[in-house]
């Protein structure tokens, strides 16, 4: 059974950093494409950032280029997403989510989902 649990949301003040985590199980990393989306409040889900570590393709939105590095640790199975200079606009759910095939189609067809974590950067 494939899970996805995220953890390390929180509340952090604009220019800080947190760092998610995704345990990912059921499946190995190097057989999907992984990654994570956002939700803001009001706004429809967006997608963040992947990584297939099958190729070693990425994709990041341009909306946190620059600030966000995703990575993996295919030894624990887990994704992480290090998010610094973080802005009031990057509040939101992050959901962890895999999808097999390219980094495009995780985009578009997202076969599993974490339940997400609250991210909150506010003063």
């Known amino acids: 059974q494939v899970q996805l649990v995220e953890s390390g949301g929180g509340l952090v003040q604009p220019g800080g950093s947190l760092r998610l985590s995704c345990a990912a199980s059921?499946?190995?990393?190097?057989?999907?494409?992984i990654g994570w989306f956002r939700q803001a409040p009001g706004k429809e889900r967006e997608g963040v950032s992947c990584?297939?570590?099958?190729?070693?393709?990425?994709y990041t939105a341009d909306s946190v280029k620059g600030r966000f590095t995703i990575s993996t640790d295919n030894a624990k199975n887990t994704v992480y997403l290090q998010m610094n200079n973080l802005k009031p606009e990057d509040t939101g759910v992050y959901y962890c989510?895999?999808?097999?095939?390219?980094?495009?189609?995780?985009?578009?067809?997202?076969?599993?989902w974490g339940k997400g974590t609250l991210v909150t950067v506010s003063l």
């Open positions: 989510a895999a999808a097999r095939g390219s980094t495009w189609r995780w985009r578009y067809g997202v076969d599993y």
């Open positions: 990584v297939s570590s099958n190729d070693g393709t990425t």
């Open positions: 059921g499946f190995t990393l190097d057989t999907y494409v």
